[in-house]
């Protein structure tokens, strides 16, 4: 390639970023308030004043970060998974930039339960919109144990974290087993009264068995879907980059998988989905509802963009409502079922 053809190529791709640019600023501001009742959903029991929520994980537990994001309109939050014990996680490097995404294997690094209640109790002194806590644990009676004190502490729901790709004995091997997957939900449903959202992995065969035994055992809800194992390797050292080896791919690498994953689950069982895997925009969110997500979650984005994308997708997808004609997201869940 010549001087000139590279600096022509440059131009297009210097327009076609101001065109992006002023595209996304357009989507951003076009639309009036983000907060209305086309946006209001229920989800397991619990009113959200916007189908968008916070995936786990991102913001860790600090009540500050749970009201920003607040704030940056979302319309509730899911802390960072805790269990019984305090976890360091695993050591540096933790997280590794992949193309369109993210590969994480933090460890679940958390405070442990007894430690966390008193953060939770703050938080629930200041976040309005629910408070989902997430939960993980060893053994039935551990996810119990947690559950039983999140919601001592003020939860509005748990999600059972059955689904963590990089952690031994939790996580995957819980939510690839429909036996072990339906002991923790019997276990935890028969101590606790609020809704429990059941998180699943995308790292299985065939996630529509999963999610029958989780509706089956008395989930409110399924939050679909968590990361996708994956490996990034540093060819200087020739190594892998991350301590743990593997990890879990998150952002709109995997929502393509996500998308797949709500479209076969909500054709499967009867409770509502919220959906999750790569959302970054409105135009994805609505894919999702589409597909029959009930709601939303975001993660990765929230991590490479700041608390306003939830007001941003809020906007994009009041608008594209208004459009369409329709009075209420719930009138778009599962649509593409019908095509
Ligand atoms: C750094 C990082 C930490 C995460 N920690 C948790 C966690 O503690 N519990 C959990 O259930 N999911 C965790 N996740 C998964 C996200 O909640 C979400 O399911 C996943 O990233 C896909 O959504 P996204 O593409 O919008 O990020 C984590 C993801 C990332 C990137």
């Keep these: 390639m010549n001087g000139k053809t590279t600096r022509k190529k440059a131009n297009h791709v210097k327009q076609g970023l101001s065109l992006i640019n002023s595209y996304t600023i357009q989507e951003r501001f076009r639309c009036e308030t983000p907060l209305n009742k086309l ?77 966390y209640v008193n953060e939770l109790t703050f938080a629930k002194t200041i976040v309005k919109v629910p408070l989902i806590v997430s939960v993980f644990g060893y053994t039935a009676e551990e996810y119990a144990l947690v559950s039983r004190k999140a919601v001592e502490a003020g939860a509005d729901a748990l999600e059972l974290n059955v689904s963590c790709p990089h952690v031994k004995f939790t996580g995957s091997e819980i939510g690839q087993n429909p036996k072990l997957l339906t002991d923790v939900i019997r276990r935890v449903k028969a101590d606790i009264q609020k809704p429990v959202i059941v998180k699943l992995s995308p790292n299985v065969t065939d996630i529509t068995e999963i999610a029958k035994a989780a509706e089956k055992a008395g989930a409110d809800a399924l939050t679909v879907i968590n990361t996708v194992r994956a490996l990034a390797i540093d060819v200087e050292t020739q190594s892998s980059i991350l301590s743990n080896v593997r990890g879990g791919l998150s952002g709109p690498a995997i929502k393509p998988i996500g998308l797949r994953c709500v479209y076969d689950v909500f054709e499967a069982v009867k409770i509502p989905v919220f959906g999750c895997g790569g959302i970054t925009s409105w135009r994805d969110a609505v894919e999702f509802f589409l597909a029959g997500a009930s709601a939303i979650q975001v993660g990765t984005a929230m991590g490479f963009e700041d608390p306003t994308v939830f007001q941003a997708i809020n906007r994009g997808v009041t608008s594209y409502l208004k459009r369409k004609g329709y009075g209420s997201v719930k009138e778009i869940v599962g649509l593409c079922h019908q095509a």
């Design 39 to 115: 946006l209001t959903v229920n989800i397991a029991g619990l009113k959200l004043h916007s189908p968008t929520a916070l995936a786990s994980g991102i913001l860790g537990y600090t009540s500050e970060s749970l009201k920003r994001v607040e704030k940056g309109g979302a319309g509730a939050v899911v802390t960072k998974s805790v269990g019984v014990a305090p976890r360091p996680g695993y050591p540096n490097p933790t997280v590794v930039q992949a193309s369109s995404g993210l590969i994480n294997a933090v460890g679940l690094p958390n405070s442990g339960i007894d430690e």
